[in-house]
């Protein structure tokens, strides 16, 4: 793994000294008014930078077993040039209590052409969209890495994809086409994990995974198409995309006993299925409110039903999610709440999940002491379940770069996307610095 | 000579009481029309610069804020765009900035790399230190003489440079200031010394320019230092590699910019 570390770094290097394509040349006409403007020519390095992160967790119940315990080494290399850009991010986790301790991840590896009109960038890339903050509703392409739930910085969570994206601006418009030709699914929790709930089955099923890869092939290709349009009065996205489903379908066939109508065997064929979506998002101010909105409709996703008829315990729905939002800030005192709201359409009596799913958040964050001291309080709230996970947390900036973190992720509640987490109460640490 | 002196005396009264009663200048501006000069003084159209902001706590303790800074004014809007290189867990976050000569309240963004997203943010945030200085977001901009009333306190030389000293209360009482008291540099019409008091009437801060040059023809402010009196945190702010009136496009103050930096 150290072999593998070096090399790349080595590659990094190389490619950053001696890229052709990087030529410098600065962004900027320097000449007064009365002269014709003129390219300052400039000699650039490669900037490095990244993290170093301790982060320790130990759960509040259950005899304070680590919940965590990781070493993260965060390393990025960027270049850029009026013409061209490239970007690598990798990091290494070193995790002293699992089997495998070392795991390396390339985040990011991209190339970007820039254009007086329109931007081109290839490679390994995270692609965020949309307005919400801890949900995601439009934010559709980069999958997610679920091992540690949705405790980890969202960068952490959102793992890059392999993919050509093509920027084109006029104006005040922007029109965004992504193509994947590479799958890439969501991570879940491993088994064992404290956050790997095991679902209990009334005999030992058998897995059948020869459905569960995509193979990479133009047919399998994901595409997606973003318009935005940035203005003083407001902010829209209107977006689409046929994509598939990052977390796959368990379709479950289970053998009955005619005679005692008992269950004898099940089998379990995992297989991801085609989405199809489209929605959008804006964001326009009303002092002292920021409004926030986001919807998107998905087309063809599959739900878990009791419906004896069905063989697989599945069938394919049609289902609408979206978020209303504010930000304010009183006595410096910054808020923001939003309401999340899923609704199946089309809903049976047989499905697992509720026609209508909702769900709240609220971030309270206050700076003290000329924003070397931060407190942070931020709540998922499942009002269908009253249950939640509350995350307060406190910042301090002991210097430029280097921070010490202290908080506690709390589970209230004994059932819904956050109750089934009750015994993982936690507090932790991370101390990082930035370089 | 006596009668010289008496003769100067009571002239220096005389005025002195001309001033005092009618709240003029011997040049017969009034407090309203000083401020004025000062906020319309001439600007480039455009400015970049790099801004450096050294943090001193009570304890003598440094940190250090380093950005490039963007401004294009059309006489209607400012439009600013600001990309931050120090510290490294701030890198590559942007903020932009559209200020309206009509009143209307500004438009912000801020561009966080860890989100990849730009997000809207509201004006109400002016009265947030910027970045952890001493400075609010309002004290970096330029408030419009109409939303205070305006006073002429004094002439007064300070640093060899001939100041008019105002005194300006907010019409909006709940401001964060309850009065401010400034001293602008005859014919250079630029803020020299300023003063700011709580809400509770205490003196809060003291902000000194500590450079200006004359560049391309404009007076720009190069340095300036700001002491908070209650906390004795300090902030020093120095202005270089500044250029006015190069070009810089209208495309520049977007979010493709924003989320693409500069390099």
């Known amino acids: ?34 002269g014709k403007p003129a390219p300052e020519e400039t000699s650039e390095a490669a900037v490095l930078s990244g993290y170093i992160r301790n982060y320790t967790g130990v759960l509040a119940k259950g005899g304070n077993d680590y919940a965590i315990i990781q070493n993260t080494f965060d390393i990025r290399l960027k270049k850029q040039t009026e013409n061209a850009a490239f970007k690598a991010n990798s990091i290494v986790y070193h995790n002293p209590e699992k089997d495998k301790d070392i795991e390396l991840m390339l985040r990011e590896a991209y190339v970007d052409l820039f254009f007086s009109s329109m931007d081109i960038r290839i490679g390994k890339q995270q692609i965020i969209w949309g307005k919400a903050d801890g949900v995601f509703i439009t934010d559709i392409i980069s999958p997610k890495d679920m091992r540690e739930f949705l405790l980890p910085d969202f960068e952490e969570i959102r793992i890059g994809v392999t993919g050509a994206k093509s920027n084109l601006y006029l104006n005040d418009h922007a029109l965004e086409i992504i193509w994947l030709p590479v799958f890439s699914a969501a991570i879940p929790p491993e088994a064992g994990s404290i956050w790997r709930p095991e679902p209990s089955f009334p005999v030992s099923p058998v897995f059948h995974n020869d459905k569960e890869e995509v193979d990479g092939s133009l047919k399998n290709s994901e595409v997606f198409a973003k318009y935005s349009l940035m203005t003083s009065l407001i902010d829209l996205e209107l977006i689409g995309g046929y994509t598939w489903d990052d977390e796959p379908v368990m379709h479950a066939y289970k053998t009955i006993d005619p005679a005692t109508k008992q269950i004898t065997a099940l089998d379990i064929y995992p297989e991801y299925h085609r989405l199809t979506a489209g929605g959008g998002s804006f964001t326009f101010t009303i002092d002292p409110l920021v409004l926030r909105g986001e919807a998107a409709y998905y087309k063809g996703k599959y739900f878990n039903s009791t419906d004896p008829a069905l063989l697989d315990s599945f069938v394919k729905k049609d289902y609408v999610n979206y978020m209303a939002g504010a930000d304010f800030t009183i006595w410096d005192i910054k808020n923001s709440a939003q309401f999340i709201q899923k609704i199946i359409l089309r809903h049976t009596s047989d499905l697992h999940d509720k026609k209508f799913q909702n769900l709240a958040t609220y971030l309270i964050s206050r700076d003290f002491f000329n924003e070397t001291l931060n407190l942070q309080f931020f709540v998922y709230y499942d009002i269908d379940n009253k249950s939640s996970l509350m995350r307060p947390k406190i910042t301090y900036k002991y210097a430029d770069g280097f921070d010490i ?3 506690a992720n709390i589970f209230t509640g004994s059932e819904g996307k956050f109750g089934q987490y009750n015994k993982n109460d936690m507090v932790y640490t991370k101390i990082t610095y930035h370089f | ?153 004094k002439e007064e030389i300070l640093k060899n440079e001939n100041c008019y000293v105002v005194v ?58 700001m002491i908070n009196e209650q906390t004795k945190h300090e902030t020093i702010m120095k202005l270089s590699n500044i250029k006015v009136n190069v070009s810089i496009p209208d495309s520049y103050f977007s979010e493709r910019r924003m989320k693409r930096g500069i390099k």
Do not use: C
């Open chain 1, 1 to 34: 793994m150290k072999l593998n570390i070096f090399t790349m770094a080595a590659i990094i290097f190389m490619t950053a000294n001696y890229g052709g394509l990087f030529a410098q040349e600065n962004e900027i006409n320097t000449e007064p008014e009365n």
């Open chain 1, 405 to 407: 973190l202290a908080g």
């Open chain 2, 1 to 153: 000579m006596k009668n010289n002196l008496t003769n100067n005396k009571m002239l220096t009264i005389a005025l002195l009481f001309i001033f005092k009663a009618n709240g003029l200048t011997a040049d017969n501006l009034n407090g309203l029309q000083v401020v004025q000069k000062a906020y319309n003084k001439p600007e480039p159209k455009t400015q970049q610069a790099v801004l450096k902001m050294t943090l001193v706590s009570s304890s003598g303790g440094k940190r250090e804020r380093i950005l490039k800074q963007f401004v294009s004014n059309n006489g209607k809007t400012e439009k600013k765009i600001m990309f931050f290189e120090k510290p490294s867990d701030v890198r590559d976050t942007s903020f932009m900035n559209f200020s309206y000569d009509n009143g209307k309240p500004d438009d912000q963004w801020i561009y966080l790399p860890a989100l990849k997203r730009v997000k809207r943010i509201s004006n109400d945030s002016k009265g947030d230190y910027f970045m952890g200085s001493d400075f609010t977001y309002d004290d970096l901009g330029d408030r419009n003489p109409n939303d205070d009333n305006h006073q002429i306190l």
């Open chain 2, 168 to 225: 300006s209360t907010p019409k909006d009482k709940n401001y964060m200031y309850s009065k401010t008291v400034t001293w602008i540099i005859k014919d250079k019409w630029l803020v020299m010394k300023k003063v700011f008091y709580d809400t509770d009437g205490n003196l809060l801060k003291t902000l000194t320019m500590t450079g200006h040059e004359k560049i391309n023809g404009y007076w720009i402010r190069t340095g300036s230092e």
